[in-house]
């Protein structure tokens, strides 16, 4: 592809698909290019919905390509490996392509800290990416489904944060629905279960799993993964036949290996605009980019949606010259969290309440499916609107 102007997307990750809705509503100036392995982005919110069988896949994808025709958008099907990127250039290599265009932006999310650990890749099932998620589930339909001699299946779930607690939960309840036992033990490398969560949210969970008879070990630090075990840095194992790796979010390679301004972590490190610090023309939002104007912002999906509309306008100010209406993204300090707890219930907090009720994943539900369905519509009516 030869140099025009063009704005080259990396990923379609919750802040992209914004900027590609925004795009469908009023086109922006130039080309706009996508590039992502994959054609439909899961939402990963009902990722649990989905292993504990209360929806489709179809429920929780956005159909990037549909979305890329009604943004009027090129969709390139493949991985990113390498970027370069000056203050008026991109260049960026995927896998079958290399794509040149004057500015880029990356929403690509981030990896699971460990997958290299021994074991881990040919082991362990992880959320990311997509084809680890489709093995996953196919997986643990297989192990609940098989014959069984009717002892319990052991597993282990290796993270004890949100998605961790929220996968286990529902593996669960998928084991008693196809009446399965298994024998489950969720490992934390923290002190605490969902340690980025208040103490009572922490120990209202451990007491669910405690009613549901799931063994939970804290500061415990796995470091390999074999067919039957898991192993302990502190010498222990914990017998386990389906081992889950959600660790967590740690950076994607592809920063330090095209030499962008990165945190220590090696997450993109960028302004409250979302451009990169350096001044390079390059943008970024969602797991992979760190907030340097706001430090406690965490990586959840809560984030990663809140800034696609700030990505948006900022990426149709530059493209079409109108750099004096730029916005800065202003992240809230308090998020609402919900964690479906797999049992007709979700453990809500909002400030100081934790409510573990049926409301509230009533309210999660209604969320999740308006997040997905406003990206699906928004192709539908471009595709009416022709
Ligand atoms: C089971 C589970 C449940 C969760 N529930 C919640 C919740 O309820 N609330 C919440 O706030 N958060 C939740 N999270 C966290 C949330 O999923 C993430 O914070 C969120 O997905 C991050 O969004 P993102 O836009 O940064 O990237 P992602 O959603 O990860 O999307 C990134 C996209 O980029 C693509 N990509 C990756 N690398 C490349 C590359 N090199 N080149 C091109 N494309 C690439 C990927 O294929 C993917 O399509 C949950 C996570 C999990 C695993």
Redesign the pocket.
């Known amino acids: 592809m030869s140099a025009t102007r063009r704005l080259i997307l990396?990923?379609?990750?919750?802040?992209?698909v914004e900027v590609l809705r925004s795009a469908a509503q009023r086109r922006f100036d130039g080309e706009l290019v996508l590039?992502?392995?994959?054609v439909q982005?899961l939402y990963?919110?009902m990722?649990?919905a989905q292993l504990r069988g209360a929806v489709t896949e179809r429920a929780l994808s956005i159909d990037l390509a549909a979305l890329c025709r009604a943004a009027g958008a090129q969709f390139v099907a493949?991985?990113?490996?390498q970027i370069a990127v000056t203050n008026t250039h991109a260049h960026v290599r995927?896998d079958h392509a290399s794509i040149d265009g004057d500015w880029c932006s990356v929403?690509?999310?981030?990896v699971s800290p460990g997958h290299d650990l021994p074991g881990v890749r040919e082991y362990a099932y992880a959320?990311?990416?997509?084809r680890a998620w489709h093995a996953l589930l196919k997986r643990a339909t297989e192990l609940l489904t098989s014959r069984s001699d009717g002892k319990p299946l052991p597993c282990c779930i290796v993270g004890g944060g949100?998605?961790g607690c929220?996968?286990a939960f529902a593996l669960l309840t998928r084991a008693h629905t196809l009446d399965r036992p298994l024998s489950p033990t969720i490992l934390s490398a923290a002190p605490r279960l969902l340690p980025e969560f208040s103490t009572r949210m922490s120990n209202r969970t451990v007491a669910l799993f405690a009613t549901r008879g799931v063994r939970v070990e804290t500061s415990a630090t796995a470091t390999r993964v074999t067919s039957r075990e898991v192993q302990l840095s502190d010498g222990r194992s914990i017998a386990s036949e389906f081992t889950l790796w959600?660790t967590g979010?740690a950076a994607?390679p592809?920063f330090r290996a095209s030499q962008c301004a990165t945190d220590a972590e090696g997450f993109l490190s960028v302004d409250a605009t979302l451009r990169a610090v350096n001044g390079d023309a390059l943008w970024g939002?969602?797991?992979?980019v760190s907030h340097l104007a706001s430090p406690w912002v965490t990586?959840?999906?809560?984030?990663?949606v809140r800034s696609g509309a700030v990505l948006a306008h900022n990426l149709r100010c530059v493209t079409g010259n109108t750099l004096g209406h730029i916005r800065t993204f202003t992240p809230q300090r308090h998020t609402m969290?919900?964690?479906d707890t797999a049992d007709g219930r979700a453990l809500l907090r909002w400030r100081g309440v934790l409510s573990h009720s049926r409301w509230a994943l009533q309210l999660?539900g209604a969320i999740d499916r308006r997040f997905v369905a406003r990206y699906n519509d928004a192709s539908h009516s471009a595709h009416r609107h022709r």
């Open positions: 990396i990923g379609g990750g919750h802040a992209h590039v992502s392995p994959d982005q990963s919110g990722m649990p493949g991985t990113v490996h995927a929403d690509i999310g981030a959320t990311r990416p997509l949100a998605a929220e996968l959600l979010a994607p592809l939002a969602g797991d992979c990586r959840s999906g809560v984030y990663a969290f919900i964690l999660k």
